[in-house]
């Protein structure tokens, strides 16, 4: 995209780009910015990051104190848990449990109307420019702006044109989950299980700004504090992890939405604006992912020509991406696999709603070839301070963003046990090698006992016992690569196969998102609100056959698959439905029929931090040793063990069935640890359905 090409990582902020300064491409890349250390943001935790946008007023304010204050004990449990973790709710100072609390948080406009039309202006005129210009006055505008006689030049007016412009509150769903679902192929069937944080789900049915990329960092408070490293249960080993970035951003509550609203920190013409309410959420995904696709919607084909991103390659901007061919250079094609949706299996999942400031602006053009007037639609990130997060759309084309991921669903993480169910000509080309290394192996022995032979004609005497010790240590190094080298080339196997998977799945969620049809969400919205809030029991009134067959399903599911949300279950108490009636949430106006007292519906400041931590640290381990463990049985080192090798963490090393033992031992340790890091509020769905 041109237009994503002339940010300058360099810049301060937004002012310092004029409203046609297109100098000199600023492709360093954005996330170059994300290099300073997260102790210089601690220092100053309420400042939240700096801007040259920002107006001569200061930043902070008595009601950010106050925030701050008042959710101190909420953002960091394990400050409030004394006599250890407990399985309840927790609740506030207020005696209100916390998904009675209000949820929606927002963040603070930090853009001006002014700052955001000369930079949109900018940006939309640095995507038309090659449209409506030729090559040489491309050229010679650019020339002029650097030098500083752009008024010898075409003004940014006469290439494009304002139409209109908006401030606006954006709803969006950011979602982190895990679950499992079978898929078969052409080799078996096998055990897929997901990992996802950040994935975006839109709060609203406007198309197409329900497909728009964009969506909003962290909050600054993700990172524990030092009292809250102390607790083992929430306790980093890493205190970086790659969520971790300097697009971090302080998040307000809707209350101090309203104080800061009459006094605001930066102008925003017309004031700033009301937000658009929720009407849609992604509680209903399971049960839209068991009953709604077709069979060719949970069938993939991975493309292994086309090349996929190595995962983490662009934490820096520096994306590698890889084309699988075989051993002749052609490409290697892959075999489908079909997800089997009636065994989908819900883990966990948090969804966390938020209010995204956004400035929009239409602009139009001519095209000089048919005098046709057309049209390009500009989005900024109003959090964003130095630009870098802008997306723009034109009819009929897909959203362009100046991050190069659009795909609303973001794996972390997808583990094939025990292997992928499809086999390429790939997995031929990894069994080779581990054959010809074996027999390299055969042949190494072969002619070290040959040469011991012809030694022992010529040698006098035997063996001392160094050299006998000496020979002992060899072999249990070569013995030790090769089971070690064994267990690598299955995993990377296994990878291989994964990756491919991985990105087409993420390909399909696009596909899913902008051919969605959002009324019958809507509805079921609001029918679901109304069974929840039923005076009545809803089984003992008329119902349809429809009706009756979706409460059934959601009776069993409280039974079966307790951590699912359950936005059509009837509350039998009172005091349930009042809270979820006047939930503060709908008092406000800012979703009438969204489940807001569900538990799956979280704060994001008060939940995220445990919730990744799971996600990232505890599952991922579980996954990587189940996948070590069946390596090792692939390799039939489980019957004979006298080959496995293991270097403890305390530098020793073992071997034969001690080694064993101590793999076995840390793949119990891992899944205990898995139970120890689970959140609370997990814990406590489990252990309510287990009273049941």
Request: charged share 30%; net charge positive; proline share 7%.
């Amino acid at each position: 995209m041109s237009a994503a090409r002339l940010l300058r990582a360099s810049s301060p902020g937004l002012h310092a780009l004029p409203s046609a300064s297109l100098t000199r491409p600023l492709g360093q890349h954005y996330r170059s910015l994300h290099t300073t250390t997260v102790l210089r943001r601690r220092e100053l935790p309420s400042e939240g990051p700096r801007s040259a946008l920002r107006a001569s007023t200061k930043s902070s304010s008595p009601h950010k104190f106050q925030r701050h204050a008042a959710s101190s004990s909420a953002s960091n449990p394990a400050a409030r848990v004394e006599a250890g973790p407990s399985s309840a709710p927790a609740a506030s100072t207020s005696g209100a449990p916390r998904h009675h609390q209000a949820k929606v948080e927002m963040i603070p406009f930090r853009v001006s109307t002014k700052a955001a039309k000369e930079y949109l202006t900018t940006l939309a005129t640095t995507e038309v420019m090659p449209r409506v210009m030729s090559k040489w006055s491309v050229l010679k505008h650019q020339l002029l702006s650097l030098i500083g006689l752009r008024s010898m030049s075409k003004g940014d007016g006469q290439i494009v044109k304002l139409e209109k412009m908006t401030a606006l509150y954006l709803p969006t769903w950011i979602v982190d989950a895990s679950f499992e679902i079978k898929c078969r192929g052409n080799d078996g069937r096998a055990e897929a299980n997901f990992i996802t944080t950040s994935s975006r789900f839109p709060g609203h049915s406007w198309k197409p700004m329900d497909s728009m990329p964009m969506y909003p960092p962290p909050p600054h408070d993700m990172i524990p504090t030092q009292e809250l490293q102390k607790d083992p249960n929430y306790a980093a080993d890493t205190p970086t992890p790659a969520w971790d970035n300097l697009a971090m951003v302080d998040y307000e509550s809707y209350e101090t939405y309203l104080q800061r609203k009459k006094n605001p920190n930066v102008k925003i013409k017309g004031g700033i604006p009301d937000p658009v309410p929720f009407t849609i959420s992604p509680l209903f995904l399971p049960e839209m992912l068991r009953k709604k696709l077709e069979l060719k919607d949970v069938t993939f084909t991975p493309d292994l020509a086309t090349g996929f991103q190595l995962p983490g390659s662009d934490m820096h901007g520096l994306g590698v991406t890889i084309a699988l061919v075989n051993e002749q250079g052609e490409p290697i094609t892959s075999p489908p696999v079909r997800f089997e949706l009636d065994t989908f299996k819900l883990d966990m999942m948090a969804a966390y709603p938020i209010l995204m400031p956004l400035h929009m602006a239409e602009f139009s053009y001519k095209d000089p070839e048919d005098g046709d007037r057309h049209y390009i639609t500009m989005v900024l990130g109003a959090w964003d301070s130095k630009g870098l997060q802008f997306c723009l759309k034109e009819k009929d084309q897909d959203w362009q963003w100046s991050f190069a991921k659009k795909d609303p669903l973001k794996i972390d993480n997808l583990d094939l046990y025990p292997r992928a169910p499809i086999k390429t000509s790939l997995n031929g080309m990894f069994e080779r090698e581990r054959q010809e290394e074996r027999s390299k192996q055969r042949k190494k022995l072969a002619q070290e006992e040959d040469d011991e032979k012809g030694e022992g004609t010529t040698r006098k005497g035997r063996k001392t016992r160094k050299e006998w010790e000496a020979e002992w240590e060899r072999e249990d190094a070569e013995n030790q690569k090769a089971f070690q080298d064994e267990v690598k080339s299955r995993m990377i196997e296994k990878l291989s196969s994964e990756l491919p998977i991985k990105a087409a799945v993420e390909k399909r969620s696009l596909e899913f998102l902008q051919r969605a049809d959002w009324i019958y969400w809507e509805r079921d919205e609001r029918e679901a609100f109304e069974t929840r809030v039923s005076t009545a029991d809803p089984s003992t009134q008329f119902l349809t056959a429809a009706e009756k067959e979706r409460l059934a399903s959601t009776a069993a599911s409280a039974r079966i698959a307790p951590t699912e949300p359950r936005p059509f279950q009837w509350l039998s108490q009172e005091e349930d439905r009042k809270a979820e009636r006047e939930h503060p949430d709908r008092k406000a106006g800012l979703g009438r029929y969204i489940h807001w007292s569900s538990p799956h519906v979280q704060r994001l400041s008060h939940n995220v931090y445990a919730n990744r931590r799971y996600l990232t640290e505890a599952i991922p381990n579980v996954l990587h040793s189940r996948k070590r463990m069946a390596s090792i049985t692939e390799a039939g080192h489980d019957i004979d063990r006298s080959h496995v090798y293991v270097t403890r963490s305390d530098g020793s090393k073992v071997n034969g069935e001690e080694a064993y033992r101590t793999i076995a031992a840390d793949d119990i340790s891992v899944r205990q640890q898995r139970e120890a890091l689970k959140p609370r509020w997990l814990k406590a769905l489990q252990e309510g359905a287990g009273r049941r």
